[in-house]
């Protein structure tokens, strides 16, 4: 008899859940799985002790807590370092726990490691098992993480209905988007474009210089081909000394305990509206920015997105019990002759997903650094899920002037 | 035999183009309507002479465009003086147009307003009849407004996964909502709350004064109680001498043709932000700032909202083909016996519509000033429409600690 013990890290998504849920379900099968345990709050709940007995849980309100956003277990940021990590050690031999399951991104994964490394090094049989979980899609060895697609269908629709605000009453139109240091989420908003002339216009990406010339460049050509311009933004675009434009903006940057610049508000956008206004004097420029509405808005959600996530909290369960004691749930897109989509999951080793970060292959970012390419539009459509809305446009067939 | 001549004006709703399909269809039944003319950007399209013959756009194609977000046939924040209007009329004239519908809020029911009198001083008989739209929900007569339940279905989906997140990963949240004069869009995130301690914790509308250290009482009265605090602010909130509080921060503000400050952008979120941190000391405040994402959202849309827009549209020239020459379709909720919530469609003076302003009345805003009565809750539910995101709690039972 064994006890399990599931935690969730870092920033919400769409179907974290969904990966919680599929994790229990799947270990309620184990006949010789005693309990499921979660810790609220992540690992800061494991240390204080304020864990929750999840095998009490109705699969109903399982089943209604995956399609709920946001960490039903609550999450945190806390950065463990050895110790901290010895106190989740000793909390995990009292309770009599050899399974801990970490949903959450590159940082929750580097937990998850120094968890394994210090349970080897103190004798004791812990099964550590990450699963994946970011918006950013930044996570190494996988073809995408869940919680991405569904960020990224958020970015879609509203990048689709700001179109349609913009061909309105045009004008600039600048949308920042999520994504420190890989620039999926940003480049998404292409996919809004659905007729010829369609924004956005110009996608800026971490992965490339952020060049205010250029950048005003880009914003005037469209002003004089199209009457109006609507730009996508990554929060996480850098100047050519490789510092957030956002950072040298706020003089005294708030980082979060993982050493991050919070880059939030309004700054970035307000930056960039002043930049056009003064530099190439359009009156009309409008700014958003994204921010938390587009990580767990209730009601946007892939149906990919929340199958691939159940199925990631099933499979490191399977992981667990069928030998594999240390690793991260990997997603792999398979080359597939009879369907256009598909996925294998993996258990690939930590230290490969561990703290690092995926960026954008060049072979998605146009050649102008500013758009993205067709094997980008044919990476993510899939990803998108089914019923996208449909936008209609009028055949405006004039009336002779009189 | 007749012309009919529709156009849009002011700001998008995710409905406006059912009122126009509504009113298109509509007109098509009547055998002496011979051409239904759109004009491109309201009525800078008619004095421009930018007319497209809507009456040969198919049904199917015209049942598409009612569910795309965003004015189909383009907008216009012009405000059109007297002579501006007797130019509309010589191009009504010219091209022998007998009813003129002008699909907007307030400043457009103004301008519907003034071209009447131009074409009665000019003794022309045209019918001029003003079709209500506006996510604010300001306008007078009307029990709500086409576009408004619409946004607020965005406002409540989007304050039903912050709660979730702000629940997650604990902290001071500010939303900033739309609504320069009338609080109805940002009261409405009320309706995202489910469980008992739910956000948001404080709302601000521009009904009321904005007090500062009333808003920093409620935020630390709710870090006292949740340990959280979420709250909706709105863009137009004033202070005791009534100037927006977003205006008093930004020097020099940007106005448009109606006279009215521009209030988007990051300054009253990072300002609120800044507040919090210095006066209150908490580290984790966060704020997003809605903008242009509420109100024309692809894929975000109440059911309810959908069939009133429509139907207003075929009021319209229904009450045109029957006699009204000028009026406002207004929206009244009946007393029904039978069923929870039902509406009429009725014409009114342009009179009492035009250029005026509805506010949230009291009997709708809790006595706090910073939250909402069972009134508005039981006035709004009917109009968000169905299939809202349900959302789930874990039960939380604690296991003993070891």
Chains 1, 2 share one sequence.
Do not use: W
Request: charged share 20%; with cysteine.
């Amino acid at each position: 008899m064994t006890k399990f013990l599931l935690a969730q890290g870092g920033g919400p998504t769409a179907v974290i859940n969904q990966s919680l849920v599929g994790a229990v379900i799947e270990a309620r099968k184990f006949a010789n799985i005693e309990k499921v345990y979660g810790a609220l709050h992540g690992v800061r709940g494991i240390i204080d002790q304020k864990l929750v007995d999840l095998s009490a849980e109705t699969t109903e309100n399982l089943e209604l807590i995956a399609r709920t956003p946001s960490s039903a277990l609550g999450s945190t940021r806390d950065k463990p370092d050895r110790k901290y990590c010895q106190q989740i050690l000793r909390v995990a031999r009292a309770h009599g726990i050899e399974g801990f399951f970490y949903i959450g991104g590159n940082d929750s994964s580097d937990t998850v490691r120094i968890i394994s490394e210090e349970a080897r090094a103190a004798n004791y049989p812990l099964a550590c098992i990450h699963i994946p979980k970011t918006i950013d899609n930044d996570l190494m060895v996988n073809d995408h993480t869940p919680g991405f697609p569904s960020a990224a269908r958020f970015v879609v629709q509203a990048f689709m209905g700001l179109n349609l605000d913009n061909l309105s009453l045009p004008g600039v139109y600048i949308g920042i988007v999520m994504g420190r240091n890989a620039g999926f989420l940003t480049a998404s908003a292409a996919l809004a474009r659905t007729f010829p002339g369609d924004g956005p216009h110009a996608i800026y990406l971490p992965e490339r210089v952020f060049d205010i010339d250029s950048f005003l460049a880009d914003v005037k050509a469209s002003m004089d081909r199209h009457g109006r311009c609507i730009v996508a933004v990554s929060e996480g675009i850098t100047d050519s000394r490789g510092v957030p434009v956002a950072e040298s903006l706020i003089g005294n940057a708030e980082k979060d305990p993982h050493g991050n610049v919070q880059l939030g508000g309004g700054a970035l956008g307000d930056f960039l509206t002043r930049l056009v206004k003064d530099r190439l004097g359009f009156s009309r420029v409008r700014t958003d920015t994204f921010g938390y509405l587009q990580r767990s808005f209730a009601g946007i959600v892939s149906d990919v997105d929340q199958r691939e996530a159940r199925e990631a909290g099933r499979k490191a369960v399977q992981f667990a019990m069928t030998g594999s004691q240390r690793g991260s749930v990997t997603i792999h897109r398979t080359d597939n002759s009879i369907g256009d989509y598909a996925v294998d999951y993996r258990v690939s080793k930590l230290e490969e997903v561990a703290a690092l970060t995926k960026k954008m292959p060049d072979a998605f970012i146009a050649p102008s650094g500013a758009d993205i390419t067709d094997a980008f539009h044919q990476y993510l459509r899939p990803l998108l899920g089914a019923g996208l809305p449909d936008v209609g446009r009028l055949r405006n067939l004039a009336v002779p002037e009189l």
